[in-house]
Nanobody, 117 residues
Framework: QVQLVESGGGLVQAGGSLRLSCAAS????????MGWYRQAPGKQRELVAL???????NYADSVKGRFAISRDNAKNTVYLQMNSLKPEDTAVYYC???????????WGQGTQVTVSS
């Protein structure tokens, strides 16, 4: 059984920064990829950023140049540094961990990010 615990969300003004953390209950080496998704009111859940076990990263076009995903293997933790935040970044952010064989996704409980104008 895997637990993912997000933290770091909150209220921030436009242009500000937040860093989200996702702590996993086991070594992140056991996952093929970890990432961050978000879901805004009335919107579908979308991929924000991911990092593979090999260190490759992918970002949504809307956050490229502003967000950065990173990991600390010793702490079993993945981070999402969010800079130059915009009101449209407001959403619940979810941590995801994927096991490729068999394919399975683990999800955290979500953390609210609210960006005021």
């Amino acid at each position: 059984q895997v637990q993912l615990v997000e933290s770091g969300g909150g209220l921030v003004q436009a242009g500000g920064s937040l860093r989200l953390s996702c702590a996993a209950s086991r070594s992140i080496f056991s996952f093929n990829a970890m990432g961050w998704y978000r879901q805004a009111p009335g919107k579908q859940r979308e991929l924000v950023a991911l990092i593979t076990s090999g260190g490759n990263t992918n970002y949504a076009d809307s956050v490229k140049g502003r967000f950065a995903i990173s990991r600390d293997n010793a702490k079993n933790t993945v981070y999402l540094q969010m800079n130059s935040l915009k009101p449209e970044d407001t959403a619940v952010y979810y941590c995801n961990a994927r096991v490729a064989v068999p394919l399975y996704d683990y999800w955290g409980q979500g953390t609210q990010v609210t960006v005021s104008s």
